[in-house]
């Protein structure tokens, strides 16, 4: 079955720095990687996705890279704000269309601290 | 439009109680699941639905079981509790992506 493993555990920025999340899947079959964020005591919500017909997407000042020869994939933040601080998650999914009806497989999370 | 919701938010069991954890859905999503969320752990998949009457075993399945028979609706139960499964559980559905999560059941085992 697919491994998701995402680094670092804990990452701590001063605001306005950029901050950066990786993970490496092993199946080389998935095509979806959504990331989600998780505000303490709420439920997590996605931010971004990407599939693997495309390298990179952009959302404001949240992108995705993603490198499917070398299986890992990355979240970028620029100009930290505090209310990024919250858990990240990414997620790999073996086929997006196909039998896997939809099943995630998720990294261990990333806490994400920004100081003012 | 609700969403995704679960029902009770919090609970507290003594080893060896049952319990039933409601998830309800109103995307009209054919696929249901159910994680844990367990710290240093991420979330990992316990059952899951592909449609009404049907189910699957996920990740770790043991000491639960699922039912699915109405499409908005998807019960886990836990028929022996024990304490390793304290846990905040996290229901969430989806026609194939992305997954949309409830609120969360924290559930105590003493």
């Known amino acids: 079955g697919e491994n998701v493993e995402q680094h670092p555990s804990t990452l701590s920025v001063q605001e306005g720095d950029s901050a950066v999340i990786k993970c490496t899947y092993s199946?080389?079959?998935?095509?979806?990687f959504p990331w989600y964020k998780q505000e303490l005591g709420k439920r997590p919500q996605l931010i971004i996705d990407i599939r693997s017909n495309v390298g990179e997407k952009k959302d404001q000042r949240i992108a995705v890279t993603l490198n499917k020869t070398a299986k890992h994939f990355s979240l970028h933040i620029t100009e930290t704000q505090p209310e990024d601080s919250a858990v990240y998650f990414c997620?790999?999914?073996?086929?997006?269309?196909?039998?896997?009806?939809?099943?995630?497989?998720f990294g261990q999370g990333t806490i994400l601290t920004v100081h003012p | 439009n609700a969403g995704v919701t679960q029902t009770p938010k919090f609970r507290v069991l003594k080893t060896g109680q049952s319990m039933t954890l409601l998830c309800a859905q109103d995307?009209?999503?054919?696929?249901m699941y159910w994680y844990r969320q367990d710290p240093g752990m991420g979330l990992r998949l316990i059952h899951y639905s592909v449609g009404e009457g049907t189910t699957a075993k996920g990740e770790v399945p043991d000491g639960y079981n699922v039912s699915r028979l109405k499409k908005q609706n998807f019960l886990l139960g836990l028929e022996s509790a024990a304490p390793s499964q304290t846990s905040v559980y996290f229901c969430?559905?989806?026609?194939?992506?992305?997954?949309?999560f409830g609120d969360g059941t924290r559930l105590s085992i003493l």
């Open positions: 997620a790999a999914n073996p086929d997006a269309g196909g039998t896997s009806y939809g099943k995630l497989t």
């Open positions: 995307m009209n999503h054919e696929y």
């Open positions: 199946d080389s079959a998935s095509n979806y």
């Open positions: 969430a559905s989806s026609n194939n992506q992305p997954q949309h």
